[in-house]
């Protein structure tokens, strides 16, 4: 099992990130996939969750209406799409797939700073 993020950086409050999550290893469409985050000092949370068909989305309330949950399962990705950022987003953030275990990657750096 491998996930594998991208897109992370530096952005200016206000700016938008999109990051993806490739898999690679597990039948990626039986699985639901998530992204967590974990700031500096802070305990790490859920951030978005996808079901495995993609019908199904929750978010945290911090990022409601800024982030966006996507997937494709032909491509075996996980996308999240950032927008209107905040200082607060800033974190290392995390793709999960769960079934009857969850799989985590590494993680890709997402710092949000003028």
């Known amino acids: 099992v491998q996930l594998v993020e991208s897109g992370g950086g530096l952005v200016q409050p206000g700016g938008s990130l999109r990051l993806s999550c490739a898999a690679s290893g597990f039948t990626f469409s039986r699985y639901d996939m998530s992204w967590y985050r974990q700031g500096p000092g802070k305990e790490r949370e859920l951030v978005a969750a996808?079901?495995?068909?993609?019908?199904?989305?929750n978010y945290a309330d911090s990022v409601k209406g800024r982030f966006t949950i996507s997937r494709d399962n032909v491509k075996n990705s996980v996308y999240l799409q950032m927008n209107s950022l905040k200082p607060e987003d800033t974190a290392v953030y995390y793709c999960?797939?769960?079934?009857?275990?969850?799989?985590w990657g590494q993680g890709t750096q997402v710092t949000v700073s003028s």
């Open positions: 996808i079901d495995k068909s993609g019908g199904s989305t």
């Open positions: 999960v797939a769960s079934l009857y275990k969850s799989y």
